[in-house]
Every structure is written in C-alpha cells, then in structure tokens.
C-alpha cells in the first residue's frame, strides 16, 4: 500500500504524508505526535487514519511512544520516561503509573506483530501465566495486563549503571563465584517457573 492509496481529498495531504512517510524510513520509526502533526489537517479523511497505521506497519515500521507521552491501560494511564529497549518482538518502555506512584517496565509487541490475531492472543496468555505465578526472589513480577500491554517490575540500575547480565558482561565481569551464583539463581527462578505451568521459555537472553 503506498500514500497514494488514500482518499486524500488535495495535493497538499498527499506531500504531507509522503514527507511523514520519509522520515519513518529514515529513522526506522515514527512517534505518534509526529503522526498527529502530519494529520492536523480540516481535510484528512478520518476513515483514512487506520488505512495509514495499517500501510506503516506493512512497511514494518514500529510507532513510537516519547517521553512524555500517555499509554492508556485499559482503566489506567502510564506515564512514559523512555525508552528501555527494543527486541525482536516487542518494545519495553519506561513508565509511571500515577494511580500507585510507581515505576513499571511496560513491554508491548512491535507494530508488525499487532495485527496478527494470533501472536495478539499468545501475548496476553503468556502475561496472564507470568502475572498468576505471585512473586520469586529471582524472577521479575509481572502486575498487570492492559489491552497489549503489560507492566513489569522495573530493576533499577545499580550504582555503576548496570541492570542486565549482559551489561555485567561487557562493563563488569563476574568472577566464577559470582556466575555460579547466578546460575543457580537462574535455575531456582526456571524450576519455579516450570512448577506454574510454563515448560518452554522462549525468550531467555542475557539482555
């Protein structure tokens, strides 16, 4: 699907589109305020807004929340502080939950990923799973669910800056006492994991 597949009514939303169309391709994404601007047009069509997300998510490019901006829950508004991380699947962000004046990792899946009923519907069994295992000492809580959204607990960096074992690895290597450590750790969190029902973890990486 290309820009000139909308029903722009002139030629001035049409260069508007293509311009907001050349950035995304540039950076690789777009934020939602840059989509809203592009649109804040008397003459956009309205029944064109979800053709034009449906041929940006075609194209494969992610929409992006920025610092500052609301995620809706269902019931809930999330805060956004940044952006924690980007995978194969899914996009991890940095939020502030208002209601309870705390800071969660709010991970969603890729823009790519949202129209697929199926993986939709894999996430949400997946993070009700997560969410109905209660709290271990080694594994990250999970809270809640909203729409395709689920709020994690957020593990600070330390006072080096560190928060993943794959920063460990690169900045601060462990000695073999402290990988042993971790490992069992690792293994309790699993064996604890298993025990709930999960009997494959698909996602398991030092990041």
Known sequence: MSSENLSAPNKKVSIELQKLIEL???KGFLTYDEINEALLQEDFPVE???RLFDMLWEMGMDVLYRKGDFVDGEKEKYEVYGILGMGGFGIVYLVYFHQTKSVFALKTLRCKYLKDKEGRERFKKEAKIW???DAHPFLVRAHFVGRLFIALEYIAPDEDGLNSLDGYLKHKPPDLAQ?????IQFCYGMEYANSKGIRAHRDIKPA
């Open 24 to 26: 995304g391709k540039k």
């Open 48 to 50: 064109d807004i979800d």
């Open 131 to 133: 969410i109905e295992m």
């Open 179 to 183: 990988s042993l450590r971790w490992a």
